[in-house]
C-alpha cells in the first residue's frame, strides 16, 4: 500500500491549496482518510459512507441530525451514512481526521 505512513505537516501543506479544504491521502480498499479544515461556512452534504471525525485542533459546534454539541481536540464523533451534519461556528485553527469507510449506505445495525 502506498502512503501507509504521512505525517500531519504533509498532509496541512496540501490543504489551502487552489482553496482546498480537505485532502484524502490515505486509501484502501473501501476507506479514505485524510484532514477537513473548513473555512468561512461548512458545506457538506450528507455521504454516501459511515465516517469518524478525530478532532485534532480548535474548537467548534457539530450538528449531526438534530443533535448540537460542542467539540474539541480529542473528541470522535461518529455520523451514520446519509445523516445530515456539519460544523459550525468553528474557530479559525479548527481541523479534523475525517475517515469513511465500508459499503454505501453504511454498515448495517
Given at each position: 500500500?502506498?502512503?501507509?505512513?504521512?505525517?500531519?505537516?504533509?498532509?496541512?501543506?496540501?490543504?489551502?491549496?487552489?482553496?482546498?479544504?480537505?485532502?484524502?491521502?490515505?486509501?484502501?480498499?473501501?476507506?479514505?482518510?485524510?484532514?477537513?479544515?473548513?473555512?468561512?461556512?461548512?458545506?457538506?452534504?450528507?455521504?454516501?459512507?459511515?465516517?469518524?471525525?478525530?478532532?485534532?485542533?480548535?474548537?467548534?459546534?457539530?450538528?449531526?441530525?438534530?443533535?448540537?454539541?460542542?467539540?474539541?481536540p480529542?473528541?470522535?464523533?461518529?455520523?451514520?451514512?446519509?445523516?445530515?451534519?456539519?460544523?459550525?461556528d468553528?474557530?479559525?485553527?479548527?481541523e479534523?481526521?475525517?475517515?469513511?469507510?465500508?459499503?454505501?449506505?453504511?454498515?448495517?445495525?
Amino acid at each position: 500500500m502506498e502512503n501507509w505512513l504521512i505525517s500531519i505537516a504533509d498532509i496541512r501543506a496540501r490543504i489551502g491549496k487552489n482553496g482546498a479544504r480537505f485532502t484524502f491521502p490515505v486509501r484502501h480498499g473501501s476507506m479514505r482518510a485524510g484532514l477537513f479544515a473548513p473555512r468561512g461556512v461548512d458545506v457538506q452534504q450528507p455521504h454516501t459512507q459511515d465516517e469518524l471525525y478525530i478532532i485534532t485542533q480548535g474548537t467548534s459546534d457539530f450538528i449531526n441530525g438534530s443533535e448540537r454539541k460542542p467539540v474539541k481536540p480529542g473528541d470522535i464523533l461518529f455520523v451514520a451514512a446519509g445523516a445530515p451534519h456539519r460544523f459550525e461556528d468553528f474557530s479559525d485553527d479548527f481541523e479534523t481526521w475525517v475517515i469513511f469507510w465500508g459499503p454505501e449506505g453504511g454498515e448495517a445495525q
